[in-house]
């Protein structure tokens, strides 16, 4: 019987000693591969959820979008003197309402103070506002509720009923009584109203995350290990139940700006002298036939803010979620 030949027309073993070499030289090839099977990286290690999400995230054009825009926003509300070098409380009356004009591109309020030295400016409250409220919520909600979730019992039922008062109470309505009667013209009492009102959706999310995550088999085997509630907290159940606290958070951010907004177009938020779009928008509300773009320019800058952290939550969302995988 003739011998098998190669594809070049050498004769190779036959046998079991050919299927040994071929499997030899298999093995070689694996090694030489700069990567591991699918989901690992170059060391044969899996891929956390973390990079996994952070890959995504760079190949994802909305939270590039969203990301250049925040980090803008976020560089003008720092020093807002690099694209306005105006003062937003200057006024003049004989330019009320007047429109746009060279070195006057978004035109003046009715107290002739220019519109777009004021929506830079007004970048600093809004952004102020969402971000302080943001990690106020986000630290006691999620504090509270971890350890509502982690210990169960009688503290789980009170803080359930607890969140379950404040969701009962209308945002706005409350907005009204609670910062009718502060006379404060900076930012805190808002953002601390936002905090006292905000933390019960981060707490329900972080419980319902903690009793997911502490019921996996690594925390079981640590309980077993005989590790402290403070280790299984910090080490093994943290880092997998704040993922969808970081989503929460991060689209509530652009809820609170809005809602700061909200508060101060009634009258009830950020009160003048300070600068705030939602005070532009309600000085310029009754002369909007007349000179919309006192109302235009302000809008359009919350609109476009509001938006970006959406988009960027949205965009997290879906990078964190495993089962868009």
Sequence with gaps: MPEPQSSDG???????GGAMNLALEEGTTLE?????????????????????????????????????VILFLVIISIWPSLIADGDPLQANLDDAQKGSEPGHPFGFDPQGRDVYTRVVYGTRTSVTVGVCATLGVAILGSVLGGLAGFFGGFWDAILSRITDVFFGIPVVLGGLVFLSVVTSSTVWPVVGFIVLLGWPQIARIA?????????????????ALGASNTRMMLRHITPNAIAPVIVVATIALGTYISLEATLSYLGVGLKDP?????????????????APHMLLWPAGALAVTVLAFIMLG?????????KLR
């Design 10 to 16: 050498a004769i190779s073993p036959a046998g079991a």
């Design 32 to 68: 030489k591969t700069p990567g591991g099977p699918e989901g690992t990286g170059p060391s044969g290690k899996p891929h956390s959820l973390w990079s996994d999400a952070w890959r995504d995230l760079r190949r994802n054009p909305v939270f590039i979008i969203s990301a250049l």
């Design 207 to 223: 419980r319902g995350s903690v009793i997911t995550a502490k019921q996996n088999d690594y925390v079981q085997a640590a309980r």
């Design 274 to 290: 300070a600068v705030s779009w939602g005070i532009d928008i309600s000085a310029a509300s009754n002369y909007i036939r007349n």
């Design 314 to 322: 949205d965009a997290v969302r879906d990078a964190l979620d495993p």
